[in-house]
């Protein structure tokens, strides 16, 4: 054994020498940056100029819509927008070179405003397991979660409060007491209810109705809950009071829930709380994601960089971190933490999986996008067949119960409407009678639902004569579909252009409503004359009823562009439901109050 024991070490004695690397002192600073050294290491806040890196980058496409730069005596130069900035005093770039906003958000010694700085004494060491940037994206959403929770638990407590006080007064008595330990465990039970109903899951937050929805569940979920405890126990409890205090708080919840979405959606407006997003896919797929996104960037997507395949000859105005194989040395380059794939042939099933496999490490968000346009997920379910997963569309609630609901809950609520605004409406008629000859109401024929003409009413806006100048002014046009819309149109009166700026023209169409013509939420109501030039798609715009208000509407209104209209109004018609109308309910208020696109 010893003589075994013996030969054996001899023979690795014999092995070739290994030469170990050397370890630098921390009071020592290299002369080049370390392999591997990049952003998702060392976020740009902590760190000043950066070392020039040669750029795979391509120059920029003109269709991606990018923020306004100015442009000096150079303008006409060959520029290289993609190129990352070079080093030079002050950080400027030499005369005949121009940079790429995103590629300056990432290089540029500033901190970017989504980016977590920290001290230069505390540099950012990555823990396997856990990116950069997606434990800066955990950091803010584990506060908005928190703030879901504390928003729920005061609306439970002002709809318990509001409720005993409205129902017994401010005297407590025997009777009312166990009423009054009710009103302090309904915040509890609220809780309780939505987190059952997982309204606190984070996949349902942020954007979109599923969040809303829960919360209806989970309020209506407690109601039934109460209803059967109280039936099976024989307790003598009083309904009006768990009529009232139940819908209360679900009603609160959601409002303040909305509000709070408000207040993210205005913070990434302004560049916060944005997902880093590396997006794969094809040229003209990429091109178009990446202007979508730019122009709603209350999803709280920013696109970052692209891979695109080996041949690509195209040129976008975003970094070019590579092809489908760089994936994730593109996630550590772009400090990124969530991978938009599109559709492409190259990414089959096998190839998505394995990208999942080297992105699951760092816990890097996988979303794959699908080929279906403006398909809401209420309409998706994956249904497996033989191992192999299925996507099956539903189709849109045009007609059945959902539609008699809807036609319902439109009748009752513009009637509602009409008795509040009453005085308001009185107000309005006389200042338009007042400052200008001619009728109050305008009356003009729209199409309506399956190509039914109507006539809607609304407060004169223009003059008598406007019908008639139109022909004059249609060389004005500032709308580049089949819409007329000129942003300082002679034919308005000055009380009109208040009566348009405040929204307040649309309030007779409550009339309309009320009489089955039209609905609370819908598309825009066209004219006839629109309707002749629509395109066969377009025409899908005529299976529900126009509405008052509408994702057109909340969207920009007069300043978005036609096809963007139309894309609005299609997706509603396909998405529809109940609480996609609260929600566009709601965004009418903030709608009208900033005013945008109103003239």
């Not at 009710?182 to 606190?200: E, H, N």
């Amino acid at each position: 054994m010893r003589q075994e024991l013996s030969e054996s070490h001899e023979a690795t004695l014999g092995e070739p020498t290994v030469v170990l690397p050397t370890v630098q002192r921390r009071d020592v600073v290299p002369s080049e940056p370390p392999e591997h050294h990049g952003p998702a290491n060392h976020p740009p806040g902590n760190h000043g100029p950066r070392p020039h890196r040669p750029s795979p980058y391509r120059a920029r496409n003109s269709k991606i819509p990018s923020p306004a730069r100015s442009t000096g005596d150079d303008a006409g130069e060959d520029v290289l927008d993609n190129a990352p900035p070079l080093a030079g005093a002050g950080g400027r770039v030499p005369a005949g070179r121009a940079r790429n906003r995103a590629v300056e958000r990432h290089w540029s010694a500033e901190p970017n405003r989504s980016a977590a700085a920290r001290p230069a004494n505390r540099p950012f060491v990555r823990v396997r397991g856990r990116h950069a940037a997606m434990s800066r994206r955990q950091r803010w959403e584990r506060q908005y979660v928190r703030a879901l929770v504390l928003c729920d638990l005061l609306a439970g407590i002002a709809a318990g409060a509001v409720t005993f006080g409205l129902r017994f007064g401010d005297e407590v008595t025997t009777y009312n007491r166990s009423y009054l330990w009710l009103s302090a465990l309904l915040p509890l039970a609220l809780l309780a209810v939505l987190v059952v109903s997982r309204a606190y899951e984070r996949r349902f937050l942020f954007v979109g109705t599923d969040e809303y929805q829960r919360v209806f569940r989970g309020g209506v979920g407690l109601i039934a809950g109460v209803a059967v405890v109280s039936y099976a126990l024989d307790l003598d409890l009083a309904r009006s009071y768990v009529l009232a205090a139940l819908p209360t708080a679900m009603v609160s919840a959601v409002v303040l829930r909305f509000a709070l979405r408000k207040r993210l959606h205005i913070a990434r407006s302004r560049g916060e709380r944005l997902r880093r997003v590396i997006v794969v896919g094809h040229e003209l797929s990429v091109i178009g994601i990446t202007r979508q996104l730019r122009r709603e960037r209350y999803h709280g997507l920013e696109v970052v960089g692209a891979c695109l395949p080996p041949d690509h000859d195209g040129v976008i105005d975003l970094p070019v971190f590579g092809t489908f194989d760089d994936v994730a040395t593109a996630v550590d380059a772009a400090d990124a933490d969530t991978v938009v794939v599109l559709s492409c042939p190259e990414l089959d099933g096998a190839a998505l999986r394995r990208l999942a496999w080297r992105l699951e490490r760092d816990e890097v968000d996988l979303v794959v996008a699908s080929a279906l346009i403006d398909v809401a997920g209420a309409r998706t379910t994956i249904r497996p067949f033989d191992g192999l997963p299925m996507l099956h569309v539903e189709h849109p609630r045009l007609h059945g119960g959902a539609r008699v609901v809807k036609d319902l809950v439109d009748r009752v609520g513009a009637l509602a409407l009409l008795i509040l605004f009453g005085p308001l409406l009185l107000a309005v008629a006389l200042c338009v009678r007042v400052t200008s000859r001619g009728p109050v109401l305008f009356r003009q024929v729209r199409v309506g639902r399956d190509g039914s003409e109507f006539r809607i009413f609304k407060f004169r806006s223009m003059y008598v004569d406007a019908e008639a100048r139109l022909a004059e002014l249609r060389h004005l046009n500032e709308h580049d579909g089949v819409l007329f819309k000129m942003r300082d149109d002679p034919r308005v009166t000055p009380v009109g252009r208040w009566l348009r700026r405040l929204s307040l023209d649309e309030l007779p169409q409550l009339l309309n409503v009320i009489a089955g013509q039209m609905s609370l939420v819908g598309p825009r109501p066209p004219l006839p004359s629109e309707v002749a030039v629509y395109a066969d798609d377009v025409r899908r715009r005529l299976a529900v009823k126009p509405g008052m208000t509408g994702l057109w509407q909340v969207s920009g209104r007069s300043d978005l562009s036609w096809e963007e209209t139309v894309r609005l109004d299609l997706r509603y018609v396909e998405n529809w439901s109940l609480s996609l109308d609260l929600v566009i309910l709601l965004r009418t208020m903030t709608a009208v109050v900033r005013s945008s696109g109103a003239y």
